[in-house]
């Protein structure tokens, strides 16, 4: 509405403008040597206006026709980049429908309307290795890797490959790689710490560790491969006070300090390591130093003060006093324990033994309970393997049957 008021209005000056010029008269001459040429001024001023129309059009034609060539090339990308698009869509959903095959055949498509561009790379790769081709998935990460803008894509690719084929030297060496194209990325964080962890690299591994993960179990194990004496006592003091409940950390911390000179402290963390969760590793270092029977009793009784209602507790005073020759106090505790949920072999075995130093070997019928109660008690607690149950005598951070790193945990089960 406001332009064809605007045109109206210039329109309309126009003819008024005119109107006024034919009213006002006036000649318009020009004159080139002998040839005069005169026209009336009105004539002149639509002539001039008419040549100005004509050279407009003609200008504007040459324009458009010289803009032809990019035009059409446009047309031509774009209807490209259309195609590819459709193509790469085809090609995610014959990935997602596991048909590797159709999809490369689809990526193929979409590379000769578009080119080599890492999106396409990164498809095929992943195409080719749903098809169990990881040597042609390696090239196209390997073309990745070489293009300054996709480098990171190209090397986890390549890293990823060299962790699934247990290459854990050639995947450190792309992981160093990567860091550098994508320093502090997440990911490839994560994928050291457990590269740290499958190659029993534990200092890495503890410096990587994310949250949640045994740090005192990663302290230990790295503690056991430092070479310099001064930082393992660190590592162990450092695993001890994150787990206190964790005994071979209880244990190698308190050696240590025994190995310094300070039996006492010593004592005192095997006593606060008892104190969070009773272990008999825990009992027979804190009783190995006291040779005479009856002085282990009494540093067992030490020891039992801080956690008197355990299980272990009862069994290490049964233990140690019917070692001492004392039935009476080792009958009281092993029944104590005996009564108690989860009593296994252990307490029963003790109690076997007691009968039979109190009544000799003969087979009266005390004996002869206490043997089946052994029979049917379930078995001791142990270190076992939590990947493939294997059964070990020693806590370690790696199940040499299976190779997992941090899979020992006392009866087969993560505290905590
Ligand atoms: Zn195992």
């Known amino acids: 509405m406001k332009r064809a008021i605007k045109l109206l209005l210039l329109s309309a000056l126009a003819i008024g403008g005119g109107l006024w010029l034919t009213g006002l008269g006036g000649t318009v001459e020009l004159?080139?040597?002998e040839w005069l040429i005169a026209a009336p001024m009105s004539v002149t001023l639509v002539l001039l206006v008419v040549v100005f129309a004509v050279l407009h059009v003609v200008l504007r034609t040459i324009g458009w026709l010289r803009g032809w060539p990019a035009r059409r090339r446009l047309r031509l990308r774009l209807a490209a980049h259309e195609g590819a698009e459709a193509a790469v869509t085809r090609a995610l959903v014959r990935l997602a429908a596991g048909s590797p095959e159709q999809a490369l055949l689809e990526i193929g498509r979409a590379?000769?309307?578009?080119?080599?561009?890492?999106?396409?790379?990164?498809?095929?790769?992943?195409?080719?290795?749903?098809a169990g081709r990881e040597d042609a998935?390696?090239?196209?990460?390997?073309?990745?890797?070489?293009?300054?803008?996709?480098?990171?894509?190209g090397l986890r690719g390549l890293l990823r490959q060299a962790v699934a084929q247990h290459d854990f030297e050639g995947a450190r060496?792309?992981?160093?790689?990567?860091?550098?194209?994508?320093?502090?990325?997440?990911?490839l964080r994560q994928e050291r710490a457990?590269?740290?962890?499958?190659?029993?690299?534990?200092?890495?591994?503890?410096a990587l560790a994310p949250m949640g993960a045994p740090r005192a179990a990663l302290s230990l194990a790295a503690a056991r491969e430092e070479p310099d004496p001064l930082k393992a006592a660190e590592l162990e003091r450092q695993a001890f006070v994150t787990d206190p409940g964790f005994a071979p950390a209880v244990i190698a911390h308190a050696a240590r300090l025994t190995e310094e000179g300070?039996?006492?402290?010593?004592?005192?963390?095997?006593e606060q390591g008892w104190a969070v969760a009773p272990h008999p590793d825990i009992a027979q270092a804190y009783l190995a130093p006291t040779q005479d029977p009856l002085e282990r009793v009494k540093a067992a009784e030490m020891?039992?003060?801080?956690?008197?209602?355990?299980?272990?507790?009862?069994?290490?005073?049964?233990?140690?006093?019917?070692?001492?020759?004392?039935?009476?106090?080792?009958?009281?505790?092993?029944?104590?324990a005996g009564a108690m949920p989860g009593a296994d072999r252990r307490v029963f075995e003790a109690l076997v033994a007691l009968e039979k130093l109190e009544q000799g070997d003969a087979g009266h019928l005390a004996l002869a309970r206490a043997e089946a109660a052994a029979q049917a008690a379930p078995e001791p607690p142990q270190w076992r393997c939590g990947h493939c149950g294997t059964e070990h005598a020693h806590w370690s951070p790696r199940c040499d049957s299976c190779g997992t790193a941090l899979s020992i945990h006392w009866n087969g089960v993560a505290a905590g």
């Open 31 to 33: 004159r080139f040597g």
């Open 111 to 130: 590379r000769r309307l578009l080119g080599e561009t890492p999106q396409l790379l990164l498809l095929a790769a992943e195409a080719e290795r749903q």
């Open 137 to 153: 998935a390696a090239g196209h990460f390997r073309a990745l890797a070489a293009r300054e803008d996709s480098r990171f894509l």
């Open 173 to 187: 060496a792309l992981a160093e790689q990567a860091e550098q194209a994508e320093p502090g990325a997440v990911w």
């Open 194 to 206: 457990e590269m740290a962890l499958a190659t029993a690299a534990w200092r890495e591994a503890l």
């Open 262 to 270: 300070s039996p006492r402290r010593a004592r005192q963390a095997l």
């Open 303 to 336: 020891l039992a003060r801080r956690n008197p209602q355990h299980l272990e507790t009862h069994l290490m005073l049964g233990e140690a006093a019917l070692r001492a020759g004392l039935t009476g106090r080792a009958r009281a505790e092993l029944q104590t």
